[in-house]
Nanobody
Framework: QVQLVESGGGLVQAGGSLRLTCAASRRTISGYRIGWFRQAPGKQRELVAHISGGTSYHVDSVKGRFTISRDNGENTVFLQMNSLKPEDTAVYYC???????????????????WGQGTQVTVSS
């Protein structure tokens, strides 16, 4: 089954760090734009960052604190999260990101449906 599997979440105090891992199976991530998303309780799922080749994008709320990277050889995408804040608490997911010509994006389906995600909880 082609899928992306998230791991690395946990409970951390504000100011702490976590490194999330998104591992792909049965399909190479090479050539794909892969993104990290998060969904907090009662809120919509939102894009956090995405990466394609050597080019990455991070939303303003995480710039300077989170870094997305990829290892095509290991078929894996990472999200290094530093200086965590309580408002970063959410379930984090990874997925294929498809950019449109107008700069907007949608979630692709080449890696199947959304995975289980990984819970990140930041205590104050």
């Amino acid at each position: 089954q082609v899928q992306l599997v998230e791991s690395g979440g946990g409970l951390v105090q504000a100011g702490g760090s976590l490194r999330l891992t998104c591992a792909a199976s049965r399909r190479t991530i090479s050539g794909y734009r892969i993104g990290w998303f998060r969904q907090a309780p009662g809120k919509q799922r939102e894009l956090v960052a995405h990466i394609s080749g050597g080019t990455s994008y991070h939303v303003d709320s995480v710039k300077g604190r989170f870094t997305i990277s990829r290892d095509n050889g290991e078929n894996t995408v990472f999200l290094q999260m530093n200086s965590l804040k309580p408002e970063d608490t959410a379930v984090y997911y990874c997925a294929q990101v498809v950019r449109r010509s107008d700069g907007s994006y949608h979630v692709g389906t080449d890696f199947g449906p959304w995975g289980q995600g990984t819970q990140v909880t930041v205590s104050s």
